[in-house]
């Protein structure tokens, strides 16, 4: 028979936690089936709330990480996700954080050796979910970047708005969003075919450029502070990949006043 | 302190970002919106844009999940700090949180979890809303919860604990009708009672959703508050029985799953105001 006990010790809170995680664990001794009011049948309500964390953090995941699933099908993607919120709970309220290490994560699993991309168009929805949640900016304003001499555009250190992702993939992540997302032909690529992708934000739709090496190395210089002359010179950057690449800077607001 | 809940009147919806093109058409067809603090605790983009447009032509009440008033530990001030955050810019008419908690041990379990109502629970969830309430430097409204288990040492009645809980801090007290009808529909217990019994002093707001009708492992029957179908009939009685006789507060209309078409959101507030308008009514003639 269950001892009598006049309030809810900590140590019940821990079992409650621990049951909510793991269907194997004892229930707190206080619980109490509503209806028959034995202490025995109180799993059977239990569920509702095991179920409701599992669900809930379950959804949260589908909704971060959809391409994720249609590349590895529904029950594969079901069993990773319900996989990773056993092994890997939030740790905060703030579910939008939830999921950054879920890219590490699947990189360490064997399962998932031959497919060893997956990780990548994880890494791509995470920049993309971090691209729609990003600051706001005030853009520099078209009629002051037209206003630059020549010699001003050489000279002029650009700051990104906080939008902009740059993932760098050792696999072809930009042909492999575009089949994901349109659900076309499977492109057939080789390990050597490594992609870089620029993610940003414009009137709040999220977007992807692929990205040629001389203007990724181009963006990685102007993000370390670099000027336009100096990146240009050190990313071997063609002119006519700067006009290409700075027109799309400009057009889409991502360079901050 | 500021007293919680008389910032707002009339039918209000839970905002879904589905309906944002609807609730833009003016004039508004509906009173007010309640917003999730935390989907809001976002650096920038869509979401806030969109809070920033509805808040210029709607009063908003914001309703947080994540503070854990019940758990062990006090609410962690990071967490406090973004929805001060939230609240300063936002200035919203109302703030709510449930007596229920959601983070344990490092771990946050996103969902609504019971406590008994015994006294070392009583005694900390006060000194919790207490925190809560001088940081922020206003009231919050306290839910009853839908509850699915019951406690061996819970020493009175949710109703009993939830005035206390009121009286001790000076919270106000958000009573959601569906909740009610869920957990004793549950727990067996009469629903009537509980709303005779209720503090309708404290109310600042009640909710109205719908639920799901289940059966647990043992093949017992078991409702369960999914926010996820209309609102049931025998809730729509409960409600205009608290509006006939204990008066017409702001009332929310929940809907988070299953989440339909605007004209039906609007239909549920149109029912929900005019048993509002029917209950101010009869006091006007009374």
């Known amino acids: 028979m269950t001892r009598y006990q006049k309030t809810q010790t900590v140590q019940d809170f821990d079992k409650f936690a621990d049951a909510l995680r793991d269907p194997n664990a ?12 034995r202490h025995e049948d109180s799993f059977a309500s239990f569920a509702v709330y095991r179920n409701n964390v599992a669900f809930g953090l379950r959804q949260v995941l589908r909704d971060k990480f959809p391409l994720l699933g249609v590349l590895l099908g529904a029950q594969a993607f079901e069993d990773l996700i ?20 879920f890219p590490d994560f699947l990189d360490g699993l064997p399962s998932l050796e031959s497919l060893a991309f997956a990780s990548d168009v994880a890494r791509l929805e995470w920049a993309m979910q971090q691209a729609y949640y990003a600051a706001d900016h005030v853009p520099m304003a078209a009629t002051d970047i ?5 010699e001003d555009v050489l000279n002029f250190c650009p700051r990104f708005a906080p939008c902009v992702q740059i993932l760098a993939s050792p696999w072809p992540i930009y042909q492999l969003w575009q089949f994901l997302k349109h659900d076309s032909e499977q492109p057939t690529f080789s390990a050597t ?3 870089t992708v620029m993610v940003f934000r414009f009137d709040y739709e999220i977007q992807l450029t692929l990205l040629t090496p001389e203007k990724h190395a181009f963006l990685i210089y102007l993000a370390d502070g670099r000027s336009i002359g100096d990146a240009m010179v050190e990313a071997h950057l063609a002119l006519e990949d700067f006009d290409a690449i700075f027109v799309q800077l400009v057009t889409h607001k991502l360079i901050a006043s | 302190m500021k007293r919680a809940g008389h910032g707002l009147q009339g039918v209000g919806v839970g905002f879904k970002p589905r309906h944002y093109e609807a609730l833009m058409e003016l004039p508004p067809a509906i009173s007010w919106l309640e917003v999730h603090a935390e989907n ?6 869509e979401t806030l844009a969109q809070l920033r447009d509805l808040a210029q032509y709607y009063p908003i009440s914001v309703h947080g999940v994540g503070l854990s008033l019940a758990g062990q530990a006090a609410p962690d001030p990071a967490h406090l700090a973004r929805l001060k955050q939230l609240i300063d810019w936002l200035k919203p008419a109302q703030i709510s ?7 344990h041990g490092g771990v946050y379990f996103n969902d609504l979890l019971p406590i008994s109502y015994d006294q070392p629970n009583f005694q900390r969830l006060c000194q919790h809303i207490d925190q809560v309430q001088q940081a922020l430097g206003r009231a919050i409204l306290i839910e009853n919860p839908a509850n699915y288990l019951s406690f061996s040492n819970s020493a009175c009645e949710e109703v009993d604990f939830l005035s206390a809980l009121a ?9 959601d009708i569906n909740n009610v009808y869920v957990s004793a529909q549950n727990q067996q217990w009469d629903a009537m009672s509980y709303l005779y019994k209720f503090d309708y002093s404290r109310v600042g707001e009640i909710h109205l959703a719908g639920f799901a009708s289940d059966t647990d492992a043992l093949g017992h029957p078991l409702l369960i508050d999914n926010h996820g179908a209309p609102i049931d009939q025998r809730v729509w009685q409960l409600f205009d029985f608290v509006c006939q006789n204990m008066g017409a507060f702001p009332t929310l209309i929940e809907r988070d799953n299953n989440i339909p078409p605007w004209p039906e959101m609007l239909a ?8 509002l308008a029917a209950a101010a009514d009869q006091l006007v003639r009374a």
């Open chain 1, 26 to 37: 004892n229930l707190p001794a206080n619980l109490r089936h509503s209806l028959t009011g």
């Open chain 1, 82 to 101: 319900g996989y990773y919120v056993d092994i890997e709970p939030p740790r905060s309220p703030l579910l939008v954080d939830y999921g950054e290490s």
């Open chain 1, 146 to 150: 037209a206003n630059l001499t020549p």
């Open chain 1, 193 to 195: 075919q490594a992609e």
């Open chain 2, 40 to 45: 809001y605790m976002v650096a920038g983009g």
């Open chain 2, 97 to 103: 949180e449930h007596l229920a908690w959601s983070s």
């Open chain 2, 167 to 175: 009286s001790e801090t000076g919270c106000g007290l958000l009573l």
């Open chain 2, 268 to 275: 549920e507030a149109q029912r929900a105001g005019q048993i």
